[in-house]
């Protein structure tokens, strides 16, 4: 089920036409969709059916989203993405600290949510493949990168601000340190969530990021470029599976 | 318990009760003093009583007597007369004093009779030291004089000096006594001060105590606009600003609700739009490549930001974000990178790293704002941070034609578009610079507008932000 075609995705949303929108959508995009108008429907089509994500609206009348969701994770079901109208940042968090996968704001462009479906999904497969869970987050030479509020910390413990391209891109690089990565595959494993940032090449993506977490960006000691063609993560990662 | 009692008690009441209390300390007060130190109401002597203390005093000088105090013992109302010695006659002294001071000198002069006795002198002596006739010189001598006959008296004035020559080398004068009087005079000074010190105090303290209960309405009113809980106040004892107090309770409780009534409505509308825009959004996906779509996602993408504007103005202190060390370089950098990803012409100029403590997206969304602006309506957007001794100074200058400098103010107002000066196309909600300044505000920085140097064109927006970011919790 790595991509698209046979992928069984239950769409949850009061509003009929949305929801009716969002299938069509996905149902030309390859996907099959199931539609669910509440809490209720949704239990019974999990009960029925095999799906391989849900895509949960946040604000419902009855159960809302967030009940849902944590319902759902409890079930141990399959991954969400949340349909949120709020955008504030501690909604989102609170949204992914419940279990979401990932979330899109309303109005959301249908391009946006399929393709963090797909990233969804790969993800999913992944952690199928290597029994590996997202970690709460990644620590490299005093830095630190949560990948739940999408924060990195300095050393300093502040939070320093990263684009979303600058975040997918460390994300990458911190999930496989000390591996030369080429252009491709930097491109292939950053771009899941905001191919929009990604029209900028890599290079530009990179030094921005140096810029953000090298003491000095132009003798790079974190990220360092290899003549061959490709980048390196030179620090030692862990990974924080515990809460502290 | 007191307090409890006064407390019943109106503002009127209060008011009298200090003042009947300060009237009641002064008389007590008053009171005390007459009786502990009685006037002394007639300061005339008398002639026979001065005569014969002097006298007296005379032969107890000569008796070995040498000191003031030894010379007045065993006297009556010894402290009406001071005495000194002296070893020369004093310069006033005159043998042939006015009436009636002439009899007393008679009168001493006989009864200490003999050859030892002393020369007695007097001399009326008025405060300027000049004698003070008691009566009119012509008159003087018509009037009886020599010694007092037995039973006659007569009112000495209290203006004399009388010298006696002891024949040892020492003269002894007696005065009335001025110390006495001096005494008496820093009394009445202390009391007045004393007085005047229970008055004010008791003014202190009932004014205080009227006084709290407004102050603590003060502060209350004060934080009304700030905080979006309702503030609570003890309820003062005092009538009538239990009236005041209730007063304020219900309009805050009214104000809270109808603001939050506001809020929530606006948030409510920015809120479900949401929905529509959504499936509008979705719809415009099927219409197929074309300029109609574009143009149609382009219109909802506007819309977008709208609400987003607006909510997040809604929203303002409501936000729950805390306080928190953050990089301020970092988004600058961010920002302007990100608008250069969208097409625009953005630079930022400063240090990579500047740690500050505030509420991160709230800061963001300020710079946001600006930068978003710059780029919209100045054609690019300069970014820089610099410091100085405690301020951090972000700078956002454009390209852009600048905006007169009255209408600085106005631009700070929520949904205020300074269209005569800039394109409508450019669209927004008015509340960028708002939304800005609230956010300046509640890190206790500030933001101001300025017009680049001649010569040159653009606005030039500088934000100032506190090092110790008085982060607005």
């Known amino acids: ?244 | 318990m007191i307090k409890g009692l006064i407390g019943r008690f109106g503002l009127a009441a209060r008011i009298g009760a200090a003042i009947a209390a300060a009237v009641i300390a002064i008389q007590v007060l008053v009171t005390l003093v007459f009786l502990t130190h009685p006037p002394n109401f007639l300061p005339f002597y008398s002639a026979r009583w001065l005569s014969g203390s002097a006298v007296e005093i005379i032969k107890n000088a000569m008796a070995g007597a040498t000191e003031p105090s030894s010379v007045l013992r065993n006297l009556a109302n010894a402290e009406s007369l001071s005495v000194r010695f002296d070893r020369a006659p004093p310069r006033r002294a005159t043998s042939d004093p006015p009436w009636p001071l002439n009899r007393v000198l008679a009168t001493v002069r006989s009864e200490l009779g003999g050859p030892t006795a002393p020369t007695v002198e007097a001399v009326g002596m008025g405060p300027s030291d000049e004698p003070i006739p008691v009566v009119p010189a012509d008159a003087s001598a018509s009037l009886p004089s020599g010694p007092l006959r037995s039973g006659e008296d007569l009112l000495a004035p209290p203006f004399f000096l009388i010298a006696a020559d002891l024949h040892d080398g020492r003269w002894l004068t007696i005065e009335p006594s001025f110390r006495t009087q001096r005494r008496r005079l820093m009394l009445s000074l202390a009391f007045i001060f004393i007085g005047t010190l229970l008055i004010a105090a008791i003014a202190v303290l009932t004014a205080r105590s009227l006084i709290a209960p407004l102050s603590q309405l003060a502060t209350a009113a004060d934080a009304l606009g700030r905080s979006p809980e309702i503030i609570e106040t003890p309820r003062p004892g005092i009538r009538e600003f239990a009236a005041i107090h209730k007063a304020f309770e219900t309009m805050q409780t009214r104000l809270k609700r109808f603001v939050g009534e506001r809020t929530h409505m606006l948030a409510a509308i920015s809120h479900d739009l949401r929905t529509p825009l959504t499936r509008l959004r979705l719809q415009a996906e099927f219409i197929g490549e074309g300029e109609l779509r574009e143009g149609m996602l382009a219109n909802i993408d506007a819309m977008r930001d709208m609400l987003t504007e607006t909510l997040s103005f809604v929203e303002g202190d409501a936000s729950t974000d805390a306080s928190a060390s953050f990089d301020l370089a970092s988004i600058l950098i961010s920002l302007c990178d990100e608008a250069s990803d969208a097409g625009a012409e953005a630079k930022y100029d400063g240090p990579d790293h500047v740690t500050a403590l505030g509420k991160r997206t709230a800061i963001r969304r300020m710079f946001s704002n600006l930068i978003d602006n710059a780029v919209r309506y100045g054609g690019a957007a300069r970014v820089s941070l610099r410091e100085d001794a405690t301020e951090w100074i972000v700078v956002v200058a454009d390209d852009g034609p600048g905006i007169p400098p009255e209408s600085f103010e106005q631009a700070f107002e929520p949904f205020q578009r300074l269209e005569s000066s800039r394109n409508r196309e450019t669209g927004g909600t008015g509340l960028g610079l708002s939304i800005a300044r609230d956010i300046a505000l509640a890190h206790g920085g500030q933001i101001s507008l300025a017009n680049a140097a001649s010569g040159s064109r653009g606005l030039i927006v500088s934000v100032l932000l506190p090092k110790a970011l008085a982060a607005a919790s």
């Open chain 1, 1 to 244: 089920m790595n991509t698209g075609a046979a992928c069984h995705v239950l769409v949850v949303d009061d509003d009929r036409e949305l929801r009716t929108l969002v299938g069509k959508y996905l149902g030309e995009h390859g996907f099959r969709v199931t539609q669910a108008a509440n809490g209720r429907e949704m239990t019974k089509a999990i009960e029925v059916g095999r799906f391989d994500l849900v895509v949960l609206d946040l604000m419902m009348p009855g159960d809302s989203g967030l009940v849902l969701c944590q319902k759902l994770r409890e079930l141990n079901g399959p991954p969400v993405i949340m349909l949120t109208a709020m955008g504030s940042e501690v909604d989102r968090v609170i949204g992914l600290e419940i279990g979401a996968d990932d979330y899109v704001v309303k109005p959301f462009s249908p391009r946006e949510l399929v393709a963090r479906i797909k990233a969804v999904l790969r993800r999913v497969a992944k952690v199928a493949a290597d029994g590996d869970d997202m970690p709460l987050a990644y620590e490299f030479n005093g830095w630190r990168l949560e990948p739940a509020g999408r924060v990195l910390r300095s050393p300093g413990g502040a939070v320093v601000d990263i684009t979303s391209g600058e975040f997918d891109l460390l994300m990458a690089f911190v999930a496989r340190p000390q591996r030369v990565l080429t252009r491709d595959q930097l491109l292939d494993l950053a771009k899941g969530r905001s191919s929009a940032a990604f029209d900028r090449s890599i290079d530009v993506q990179i030094s921005r990021l140096r810029r953000k977490i090298e003491a000095d960006p132009r003798e790079p000691t974190i990220i360092k470029t290899i003549r061959s063609g490709g980048y390196l993560f030179t620090s030692l990662v862990q990974a924080i599976r515990q809460p502290a």
